[in-house]
């Protein structure tokens, strides 16, 4: 069984900086497999925030994060981050990671791998 747990999120004022984590407990590895962040705000729809493809060759970024967020992911330690700069109280939302074994762009569809999620809260 795919575990996906999330670390990292916590409270930061705006303009702070975090760096989300997301590690595999069962040994699975992110190979061959989409993988990204969404987020969800407070009444709203879960979104997708950034992506990286199966092949590692692309990576996704919505509009909203373009330019201060950063995906990365380490195959060897199985983790995959989000190194978020210049946070914004529109920022607020728990943020889930995502692992895709048959989307080739972005983790979409009934097979996705979802972490519990980690909130993230942006004081103004």
């Known amino acids: 069984e795919v575990q996906l747990v999330e670390s990292g999120g916590g409270l930061v004022q705006a303009g702070g900086s975090l760096t989300l984590s997301c590690a595999e407990a069962s040994g699975f590895t992110f190979h061959g497999h989409s993988i990204g962040w969404f987020r969800q705000a407070p009444g709203k729809e879960r979104v997708r925030v950034s992506c990286i493809s199966s092949d590692g060759g692309s990576m996704y970024y919505s509009d909203s994060v373009k330019g201060r967020f950063t995906i990365s992911s380490d195959n060897a330690k199985k983790t995959l981050y989000l190194q978020m700069n210049s946070l914004k109280p529109e920022d607020t939302a728990v943020y889930y990671c995502?692992?895709?074994?048959?989307?080739?762009?972005?983790?979409?569809?009934?097979?996705?791998?979802w972490g519990q999620g980690t909130q993230v809260t942006v004081s103004s």
């Open positions: 995502a692992a895709d074994p048959f989307s080739t762009e972005c983790p979409d569809g009934p097979n996705v791998y």
